[in-house]
C-alpha cells in the first residue's frame, strides 16, 4: 500500500453573540483536519494541534514538506514515518509545527491500518488485560469571564455532577481578550489568588468529599511561591490534579512538584517520550498528560512506557476536534497507564456534529463503537458546513 495523496482542511465555525462563556481560540480561528490518501482506496483522517504554530504556518508545512515527504510511503511504516526527534528538526516552518503535523499524520496512518485489519484501533492497541471499549473521562469545563459570577463554577460543577461525572475541571476566570493562543501564552494574564482559594473552598463543600475536582491554571502563576501557597490549599481540599501551575520550565515544576501532594500535571504542548522523560528525571511532574493531536499516537505509546516505568499517572489531555478526540479515546481505553481522558464541556460543535456518530458520556463513561480504525465517519456535508480552506492533492 502507497500514500497517494494528502488533502488539507481548515474547519472553523462562529460562537454565538450572546455565548456568555470563553471559548477556546481555535473554534473561531480554525484548526486543521487531514485526510490521508492510498492506492488501495483506503484513507485515514487526522487532526493536527491548533496550538503547535499558527494556522497558516502549518498549512504551509503540510504543502511544502509533508506532503512531499509522503507520497510514495507505505502506512505501515508508521512507526518511521511519525517519529518525533528534535535532534532532526530542520524544517522550515518550525519543529512545533512538524510535529503536530507529524501528529495529525500518525492519527491518519493508524486509521487506514485499523481499517485494513477490520478492527478498531482500541483492540489493536490494547495493553490491558482485558479488552474494553470503555474510558472514564473527566468534564472540562469551568471557562468563566473575570467579569462574571464565580457561582457559574459551582453551577457548572453541580450539573457535571448531575450529569453523572465524577470528575470535573475548571480554570481561573479569563479577561476579555482576542489575543491568539500563541499571544496570550508569551504573556500569560494575571489571575486573583485570593479569590480563586476562595471559590476552590466552596467548590469542594458544595461538591462534597468523594467528587473529583482540578485546576488548570493555564501556566498563569507568576511565581513558584504563591503556585506552592495556592497548591497547599488544593492538598487541603483534596484536589485530584493540579495542571500547568506556572511557566513550563523544568527547575520551576521540580521546586513547586515537591512541596506539594496534589499531583502536578503538565505535557499538552510536548511531542515526544524524549520530551517527557527530561521531566520525569527531573521529578517535576506527577501526571503526565500528552495530547495525540501533538505527540501523535505511536510516540504515546511510547510515553505509557515511560509513565509504566516511574510509576507515574498519564490522563490524556483531549480538547479539540472529533478526530483527535478519537485518537485519544482509542488510546485511553488500550491503555492501563491511562487512568481517564478529558472531555471537553465547553462549546465547539466541530466535536460532535462532523461525525456521523457522535461521541456520547454516560455517568462519566465514553464508549467507544465497534468500527474500524478511528471508529468515525467525516460528514461530507458537515465537513463543507464548517470548511473555510481546502486544499486537495
Ligand atoms: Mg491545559
Not at 25 to 38: A, H, P, R, Y
Amino acid at each position: 500500500m502507497k500514500i497517494t495523496g494528502l488533502d488539507i482542511f481548515i474547519i472553523k465555525t462562529k460562537v454565538p453573540k450572546d455565548w456568555p462563556y470563553p471559548v477556546a481560540s481555535f473554534v473561531e480561528g480554525g484548526s486543521v483536519l487531514i485526510k490521508v490518501k492510498t492506492d488501495s482506496g483506503l484513507f485515514g483522517w487526522g487532526e493536527p494541534s491548533p496550538y503547535g504554530s499558527p494556522i497558516e504556518i502549518m498549512i504551509k508545512t503540510l504543502m511544502d514538506e509533508m506532503r512531499p515527504y509522503l507520497l510514495g510511503k507505505n502506512p505501515h511504516d508508521v512507526s518511521t514515518i511519525t517519529q518525533q526527534d528534535e535532534t532532526k528538526a530542520k524544517h522550515i516552518y518550525g519543529q512545533a509545527a512538524w510535529s503536530s503535523a507529524l501528529a495529525g499524520v500518525s492519527q491518519a496512518l493508524w486509521d487506514i491500518i485499523g481499517k485494513e485489519k477490520n478492527l478498531p484501533l482500541y483492540k489493536i492497541l490494547n495493553r490491558k488485560e482485558e479488552v474494553s471499549n470503555k474510558i472514564l473521562t473527566y468534564a472540562s469545563g469551568g471557562m468563566i469571564y473575570e467579569s462574571s459570577s464565580v457561582d457559574l463554577l459551582l453551577e457548572e460543577a453541580l450539573e457535571a455532577k448531575d450529569k453523572g461525572f465524577t470528575n470535573w475541571k475548571f480554570r481561573p476566570p479569563s479577561p476579555v481578550s482576542n489575543l491568539s493562543h500563541f499571544e496570550r501564552n508569551k504573556n500569560p494574564p494575571a489571575i486573583n489568588t485570593e479569590q480563586l482559594i476562595d471559590v476552590s473552598k466552596k467548590l469542594r463543600q458544595k461538591l462534597g468529599d468523594g467528587f473529583g475536582l482540578m485546576i488548570d491554571v493555564g501556566c498563569r502563576i507568576s511565581d513558584n511561591e504563591t503556585a506552592i501557597m495556592f497548591g497547599k490549599v488544593l492538598d487541603e481540599l483534596n484536589f485530584r490534579f493540579f495542571e500547568e501551575p506556572v511557566k513550563r520550565n523544568i527547575e520551576d515544576y521540580h521546586k513547586v512538584t515537591n512541596q506539594l501532594s496534589t499531583p502536578i500535571g503538565i505535557g499538552e504542548c510536548f511531542f515526544s517520550a524524549h520530551e517527557f522523560k527530561k521531566w520525569v528525571k527531573a521529578d517535576a511532574l506527577n501526571t503526565l498528560q500528552p495530547d495525540a493531536n501533538f505527540a501523535g499516537i505511536t510516540e504515546i505509546l511510547k510515553i505509557a512506557d515511560l509513565a509504566k516505568e516511574y510509576k507515574k499517572e498519564m490522563i490524556l489531555h483531549n480538547w479539540t476536534n472529533a478526530v483527535s478526540m478519537a485518537a485519544n479515546a482509542h488510546l485511553a481505553a488500550a491503555l492501563p497507564e491511562c487512568s481517564m481522558l478529558e472531555y471537553s464541556i465547553t462549546f465547539n460543535p466541530m466535536r460532535s456534529e462532523l461525525i456521523t456518530h457522535p461521541f456520547e458520556v454516560k455517568s462519566g463513561y465514553l464508549s467507544l463503537l465497534d468500527a474500524p480504525g478511528l471508529g468515525i465517519e467525516i460528514d461530507q456535508k458537515d465537513l463543507e458546513r464548517f470548511c473555510d480552506f481546502k486544499d486537495l492533492q
